[in-house]
T-cell receptor
Framework: DTAVSQTPKYLVTQMGNDKSIKCEQN?????MYWYKQDSKKFLKIMFS???????INETVPNRFSPKSPDKAHLNLHINSLELGDSAVYFC?????????????FGAGTRLSVL | GQSLEQPSEVTAVEGAIVQINCTYQ??????LSWYQQHDGGAPTFLSY??LDGLEETGRFSSFLSRSDSYGYLLLQELQMKDSASYFC??????????WGAGTKLIIKP
């Protein structure tokens, strides 16, 4: 059983479109995250949720809207996609969000905006 | 401000030992983690240091000196499958993991 699963694995779309990425974790964790990894491999935190509540929103354009229907799911909706949104998006979870937590990552969604 | 510095690339020979350094500058510090990421894969946790000293897990060890704001990951008996990117990350506070830019480890036969 996959601990953190995200779909789709690949997403190819045109500029201006709207798309969603889904993430689910079956680890019973309280905290979930979205990261963006660009072509230079830099991992940038986008959002952090704890028990469905938004904790961190790191100066991400408001075209990106996360939604957490329950603590096991954190989805990411992106409006009006731009070329610069092309990247790998990783979902992650951790037990409590505490300062000593280990984060567990999904396999990533490779988004290409044409 | 906060920053983490690690080399962008390190090359080593199969069977050898390699050390990947990480220096950090941050307000608030709970510990230093290391993650491995193979090309096309997801980051996976390797080790964590909250206190000064060496933590050993099989062929991998990680070291922390809080007074020097410095840590390193030591990989022994290198295997080709260790070719990957390695990230150090500072646990700054709740919900806050600050990531380095990653070190690409290239292993030659």
């Amino acid at each position: 059983d996959t601990a953190v699963s995200q779909t789709p694995k690949y997403l190819v779309t045109q500029m201006g479109n709207d798309k969603s990425i889904k993430c689910e974790q079956n680890l019973g964790h309280d905290t979930m995250y979205w990261y963006k990894q660009d072509s230079k491999k830099f991992l940038k935190i986008m959002f952090s949720y704890n028990n469905k509540e938004l904790i961190i929103n790191e100066t991400v354009p408001n075209r990106f809207s996360p939604k957490s229907p329950d603590k096991a799911h954190l989805n990411l909706h992106i409006n009006s996609l731009e070329l610069g949104d092309s990247a790998v998006y990783f979902c992650a979870s951790s037990p409590t969000g505490g300062a000593l937590d280990i984060q567990y990552f999904g396999a990533g969604t490779r988004l290409s905006v044409l | 401000g906060q920053s983490l510095e690690q080399p962008s690339e390190v090359t080593a020979v199969e069977g050898a030992i390699v050390q990947i350094n990480c220096t950090y500058q941050t307000s608030g510090f709970y510990g230093l983690s290391w993650y491995q990421q193979h090309d096309g894969g997801a980051p996976t946790f390797l080790s964590y240091n909250a206190l000064d000293g060496l933590e050993e897990t099989g062929r991998f060890s990680s070291f922390l000196s809080r007074s020097d704001s410095y840590g390193y990951l030591l990989l022994q008996e290198l295997q080709m499958k260790d070719s990957a990117s390695y990230f150090c990350a500072v646990h700054r506070s709740n919900y806050q993991l600050i990531w380095g830019a990653g070190t690409k480890l290239i292993i030659k036969p």
